[in-house]
């Protein structure tokens, strides 16, 4: 069964022509590496869609939700974790650097999860709040690495941290590892 093609085989053969263009007109005036990795991340994307609305293929809809899935599943979220990478090393305060890759990874752990080819998205965020390596990281970043500090900096005895520690632990241990709350 044919479908009438959204479009036609000359506008997809402008378009590519187009595409092409703009391509070499930003691979000659763009000199930042990261903006055309951004570039080649999205191009590939916009043409495969054309591709998409061209073919005999009547399930447009179907067809581009799973390529938009599949491209943020992998392109666009590595090309993020390259964007979080130059960014953490560019940050000169190692907590910086520690929460902005500790957020970044798990915001892209969440985006693969979210787009990959499980349709139980949350089941798989609960399981992964559950993880145990989840779990350690955020106990090491979050509570040792920057919020025990940071009450020590501000002379908070140690008896107040260590109950704010445990309170802490309390919470993760009942909305994490429990998925209680």
Not at 35 to 48: F, H, W
Not at 53 to 82: F, H, M, R, S, V
Not at 161 to 171: E, G, K, P, Q
């Amino acid at each position: 069964m044919s479908k009438e093609k959204p479009i036609g085989d000359v506008a997809r053969a402008i378009i590519n022509l187009s595409l092409n263009l703009a391509e070499s007109q930003v691979k000659n005036r763009v000199t930042d590496e990261t903006l055309l990795k951004g570039v080649n991340t999205a191009l590939p994307l916009i043409r495969e869609i054309v591709e998409e609305l061209n073919d005999d293929n009547p399930d447009n809809a179907k067809q581009i939700k799973e390529t938009l899935l599949a491209w943020t599943n992998e392109p666009l979220a590595d090309y993020l974790e390259t964007v979080l990478a130059e960014l953490e090393s560019k940050l000169e305060n190692p907590h910086e650097r520690l929460l902005v890759g500790f957020l970044g990874a798990n915001v892209i752990a969440i985006l693969r999860l979210m787009t990959d080819l499980e349709p139980d998205n949350v089941e798989q965020i609960r399981n992964y709040w559950k993880d145990e390596d989840f779990v350690a990281d955020v106990q090491e970043v979050l509570i040792t690495n920057l919020l025990l500090p940071a009450l020590e900096k501000k002379g908070v005895t140690p008896e107040v941290r260590n109950y704010i520690h445990s309170i802490v632990d309390l919470t993760l241990d009942t909305f994490v590892r429990d998925n209680e709350v």
